[in-house]
C-alpha cells in the first residue's frame, strides 16, 4: 500500500514562509518524479512544482517561479516545499502526488496525498 502523508500547512500573513512536508512510504519512489499541486475553492487543481528523485531536476509553474522550492530527502523518502513571499492567492490546499501518469504537469499521478491546507491573509 502506498502513502502518502503531507503535513506543514497552515495560517500566515503574507509575506510570511512555510514548509510543507510529505512523508512517502510504502514503495521506493527512487525511479519516479514526485510533484506538489494545489486547488483552491472552485477552482481546478494547478501545478506547482515537481522533483526528479534522481538528480534532483525541478521545474515550477510561473506563478511560484522564485518564491517556492521543492526539494527532497532520499534518505527519508520525504519531499518538501519551501514557500516564501507568500500571497493570498497562493491560499489552497496542497496536494503531494508521485509516479506521473502522463507528464508532470497535469494532475494524473497514481498516487495522492490528502492534502494539507494553506491560508495566507492579507
Known amino acids: 500500500q502506498v502513502q502518502l502523508v503531507e503535513s506543514g500547512g497552515g495560517l500566515v500573513q503574507a509575506g510570511g514562509s512555510l514548509r510543507l512536508s510529505c512523508a512517502a512510504s510504502?514503495?521506493?519512489?527512487?525511479?519516479?518524479?514526485m510533484g506538489w499541486f494545489r486547488q483552491a475553492p472552485g477552482k481546478e487543481r494547478e501545478f506547482v512544482a515537481v522533483?526528479?528523485?534522481?538528480?534532483?531536476?525541478?521545474y515550477y509553474a510561473d506563478s511560484v517561479k522564485g518564491r517556492f522550492t521543492i526539494s527532497r530527502d532520499n534518505a527519508q523518502n520525504t519531499v518538501y516545499l519551501q514557500m516564501n513571499s507568500l500571497k493570498p492567492e497562493d491560499t489552497a490546499v496542497y496536494y503531494c502526488?508521485?509516479?506521473?501518469?502522463?507528464?508532470?504537469?497535469?494532475?494524473?499521478?497514481?498516487?495522492w496525498g490528502k492534502g494539507t491546507q494553506v491560508t495566507v491573509s492579507s
Open positions: 510504502g514503495r521506493t519512489f527512487s525511479r519516479f518524479p
Open positions: 502526488a508521485a509516479d506521473p501518469v502522463n507528464g508532470v504537469v497535469l494532475p494524473r499521478y497514481n498516487y
Open positions: 522533483i526528479k528523485w534522481s538528480g534532483g531536476s525541478t
